[in-house]
Structures are given as structure tokens and as C-alpha cells.
């Protein structure tokens, strides 16, 4: 399974946010950062991986067992967590994971057996029974992943889906992700601010401008203080961790 990006431009109206941007393949096992300032147009990029929003020009192709993705297939093997969640459903946690579960072209046989998994996985067992409308935007967050992981999707597209949550909850998302990735040859795309834990979590990062790709390679070779200065306009030291690369802005 790969993703390619080939000369994608994405406007709305007449304003570019996607410039001719290429880059791929992403291949399956890969968990993929998607990094910049604000309105670099890393949410428009990743609502256009998932198919929500349409190119002006350019193309995403998917490629499964060989085979290229249609435009028809394409939300059975995507699965997407927005960065901006629904509050107002009149719905339980549990039902509306379950809702997901019914929907999958995946390999789910008891969608109500899945549900439990998944939210047991996530540590919201407890949420089960509680209305969406009344949660948190960390709690709505984690119901949103239990949504997208309950579909068995091939390709993993997550917006900022760690930017309600504290740290230990973040971290474990993450690892999740990662884990999920792992056991099920999957490809993750992720678009996250916090440059350290993109560091620690990711296998290649894609660095972006004003609509426009300025890198796209491993945390270590990307995370550089000349790198850092020219995408966010800081000075910062960059040391290492056992191999992973720290971020500590001057």
C-alpha cells in the first residue's frame, strides 16, 4: 500500500492553500508527521488526502495490494479524525462508535464486540454511556479516534488529534497510532504542532509553508536549528535523546 501526492493545488475560491505539492510515496508501516506554522494549510492538505476536499489540479493516488483506490472505495480505506469535532450529536459514546463499526468495509463481524475493544484499548470504557454533547474536547477527541480505529482503515489521516488532550493522553494516542501501524502494515498521516513528540513518534516528517513543501524527511535530518529558523522564525538548539532528536528553542 502506498499514497502519492503529484502537483496538487488546492483553492478555495480564488486563494491558493495547496501549491503544486508533491511528494510520496508514503509507504504502509509508516507513521507520517505533518508539520508547520499556522495557515501553512496542513488541514486543507489532510481533508484532501481524505477525499473531503477536491483538488484544483494535481492528483492523490492510493494503492492497495497493487491496485490503484477509486474515488468509491476510497472511504473504506481511509479513515479520517477532523480537527474539528462534532459537540452537538445526540448520541452516546457507544453508539456512535458502534454507528462507525456498522458503517466499515473492513473485516468487522460484531460491530458491538468491536466497540468494546476499541474503547477498552483507548482507556474511555467509562465514556460509554455518557452524551457527546457533554464531553470535553479531549473526551470528544478520543471518541473521534475510537470512530476512525473501529473501521480498520488502511490509511490512518488525523488532524491536530492531540491538541485537546494532556500529555499522558497524547502520549498514549500516539503510541497507539504507531502500535496500530505496526501490527497491521497501515500508513498514518499525522498533522500535530508539538515538534518533539512528531520527533519521537514519526518515522518521516513533511515539513510545510505557505501551501508549499520546504521538507519531507526523517525527524532527525529535518529537525535542524537552520531548518527550525526558516519554517518557524525561531533560533533553537537540537540535541539528541537516544537517537531522537530534542527540540529546545533559544
Do not use: W
Amino acid at each position: 500500500m502506498a499514497l502519492q501526492v503529484d502537483n496538487l493545488t488546492v483553492q478555495y475560491g480564488r486563494n491558493i492553500i495547496i501549491d503544486s505539492m508533491s511528494f510520496g510515496p508514503l509507504k504502509e508501516g509508516s507513521v507520517v508527521g505533518l508539520l508547520g506554522p499556522n495557515a501553512a494549510g496542513k488541514s486543507t492538505l489532510v481533508k484532501t488526502l481524505a477525499g473531503i476536499k477536491k483538488p484544483a489540479s494535481g492528483s492523490c493516488t492510493i494503492t492497495l495490494r497493487g491496485a490503484r483506490v477509486s474515488d468509491t472505495e476510497r472511504p473504506d480505506v481511509i479513515g479520517y479524525v477532523p480537527q474539528d469535532l462534532l459537540a452537538g450529536a445526540s448520541l452516546t459514546a457507544f453508539e456512535s462508535i458502534v454507528i462507525a463499526a456498522r458503517r466499515s468495509g473492513g473485516t468487522t463481524h460484531n460491530p458491538v464486540e468491536a466497540t468494546a475493544r476499541v474503547m477498552s484499548r483507548l482507556g474511555i470504557t467509562a465514556l460509554a454511556d455518557r452524551m457527546i454533547a457533554n464531553m470535553s474536547g479531549g473526551q470528544r477527541q478520543l471518541v473521534a479516534i475510537a470512530q476512525m480505529l473501529v473501521r480498520e482503515p488502511s490509511v490512518l489521516i488525523l488532524d491536530e488529534p492531540t491538541s485537546a488532550l494532556d500529555l499522558r493522553h497524547q502520549v498514549e494516542v500516539l503510541q497507539l497510532v504507531r502500535e496500530e501501524v505496526e501490527d497491521s502494515d497501515k500508513l498514518a498521516i499525522i498533522a500535530i504542532h508539538d515538534l518533539n513528540l512528531a520527533a519521537r513518534f514519526c518515522d518521516e516528517v513533511l515539513v510545510m509553508k505557505h501551501g508549499k513543501k520546504v521538507v519531507h524527511d526523517t525527524p532527525r535530518n529535518v529537525f535542524t536549528p537552520e531548518v527550525l529558523e526558516r519554517v518557524y522564525g525561531i533560533r533553537a538548539k537540537v540535541i539528541e535523546d537516544e537517537g531522537v532528536p530534542v527540540v529546545c528553542p533559544v
